[in-house]
């Protein structure tokens, strides 16, 4: 099997993450990046969407776990959302997924905090960390 990457960078919601009740009532800026990793030969002799991974579907799916729900860590966030897309689309064997807060109330300067995690389809090779 070839592996293969497609990356969704830099989507952007406002949302109501986080510990801090004043974090949870006036929220955030957070961004999500994914790779997705699979085979998608097919789709690159075909040319139909049908033999890829819809990263609009992608984009709404991630959209409605951010926006919709509630977590107070990123880790949650991040994690949920790398779950929901191996079982949303099964021509995926492996993602990474990135999720950053902007702004973090740490006492301090920082631009974002940001958590990464990376899930493979069970009974699957990742190639890499698991």
């Known amino acids: ?11 952007t919601f406002y949302a ?4 801090l009740t004043n974090e949870q009532a006036s ?5 999500v990046d994914v790779d997705m990793y699979g085979d998608f030969s097919e789709a690159c002799q075909t040319d139909h969407l049908k033999d ?9 799916s991630i ?3 951010v926006v919709e729900k509630r977590f107070y860590l990123i880790e949650s966030l991040g994690s949920q959302i790398a779950d929901s897309l191996l ?5 995926l064997d492996r993602v990474t997924v990135r999720v950053r807060k902007h702004t973090p109330q740490v006492g301090g300067v ?6 990464e995690t990376e899930r ?11």
């Open 1 to 11: 099997m070839k592996e293969q990457c497609i990356r969704l960078n830099n989507a």
């Open 16 to 19: 109501y993450h986080g510990v």
């Open 27 to 31: 929220g955030g800026k957070f961004e």
């Open 52 to 60: 890829t991974v819809d990263y609009k579907r992608v984009y709404q």
């Open 63 to 65: 959209k409605a776990l």
């Open 87 to 91: 079982k949303e689309f099964a021509m």
């Open 110 to 115: 920082v631009d974002f905090v940001e958590f």
């Open 120 to 130: 493979s389809r069970a009974g699957k090779d990742s190639g890499g960390r698991g």
